[in-house]
Every structure is written in C-alpha cells, then in structure tokens.
C-alpha cells in the first residue's frame, strides 16, 4: 500500500537487526527526545534550601524548660539549637521579640539496658523526649509543634564509653529533627 513497509521502519529506527542499531540519524532523535524529557522532569523538582516564610528575619531561642532530672541537658539541647539555627537557616538569634520563636520543654530522660553479656549490662541507650513549639510570631501561625520529638544514644561501657557519650548523641539526635521539621525543607 502507501508509505513504508513495517520492516522497513523497524531497520531505519534501529529496532530491526544489526544493520539499523548503529543508524545515526534515528539515535540523535532518541537522543534528543531523551534530553527533553529530562529537561522537563527537571523542572519538576528543586530545592529550596529552607520551608520559612521570607518575612522571617530573626529568631528568639528560649533556654530549654527542663523537667527530669538531668540537670546539664537542657543548656546542651539550647546551645544544640542555637547552633543549629545558626548554621542552617538565615534567621539571625535575638534575646528579646523576634520574628520567629522556639519553645522547648525537655519532658523525659531515660537510661536502661541495650545488650547483656550473661548477667552483665554491656551497654546502655539514653533516650530524650522534648515538645517543640517553633512559631511565627508576625502572623501568629505555628512552623512546628511535636509533643514527642525523640533522641537516643548509645553507650558501651567495655570500650570506655560513659552516660556523657550517649547523652551526646541523644541531644545531637534531638536537634537534627528539630532543626530538619523546622528550618529545613525539601
């Protein structure tokens, strides 16, 4: 009939054989169409390096509100997100006002057995819980609010670790998620 034969196109377009894998012509086309469509998938996603509103412009970071008994946590968890603050977002820290608030209460302290050698304790894990409110105080919305936020860490006492360690990285733990709902998008 009219126009070419289906094997004919088959070979062109390199999908017939040996011969047509190599034609050129049809290779620069896919080529081409494959560039496009990525393109155009790359338009579909970015990063914008933080979820604040724009008319943010500084912060006011309360000192931790501690209620366990473990004294030292709350000023390692306030100085944790101070810095936090510091090197991720561009909200510069005030003691008084600002634009943005972060209220931290420091709920629950925890420390118990992780692994046993028969009837000996060979390490233990830490865990934190804290409740963060992070609020926009321009237009009164609330950025962030988790009554359970967690960090935990872990410590062997047969390589020398002590409680400081796991306390460490259970405060490490807890503002990295802090600082991740809060300061940090995708």
Same mark, same amino acid.
């Given at each position: ?9 088959a ?23 494959l560039a496009?469509?990525?393109?155009a998938?790359?338009g ?6 933080? $979820?604040?509103p724009?008319?943010l ?20 968890i $306030? ?12 909200l510069?820290?005030?003691n008084e ?8 209460v ?9 692994? $046993? ?24 919305d609330t ?21 400081? $360690?796991a306390?460490k ?10 600082l ?7």
């Amino acid at each position: 009939m009219f126009g070419p034969k289906a094997e004919d196109t088959a070979v062109a377009c390199g999908t017939g054989g040996a011969a047509g894998f190599y034609n050129l012509p049809c290779m620069s086309i896919r080529l081409t169409l494959l560039a496009c469509a990525l393109l155009a998938l790359a338009g579909c996603y970015s990063f914008s390096g933080t $979820t604040l509103p724009a008319h943010l412009r500084t912060v006011r970071i309360d000192p931790v509100v501690n209620k366990t008994l473990e004294s030292s946590l709350a000023d390692q968890i $306030t100085q944790g997100l101070e810095e936090g603050f510091r090197s991720r977002s561009n909200l510069r820290r005030v003691n008084e006002g600002g634009d943005a608030e972060l209220i931290t209460v420091l709920t629950d302290y925890s420390q118990r057995p992780q692994t $046993t050698s028969g009837a000996t304790v060979t390490s233990y894990r830490v865990d934190i819980l804290a409740s963060i409110r992070f609020i926009d105080r321009v237009k009164g919305d609330t950025l962030y609010s988790d009554d359970r936020v967690p960090g935990f860490g872990l410590y062997a006492i047969d390589r020398g670790e002590t409680e400081e $360690t796991a306390k460490k990285q259970a405060v490490d733990g807890l503002v990295k998620v802090v600082l991740d709902n809060s300061v940090s998008g995708w």
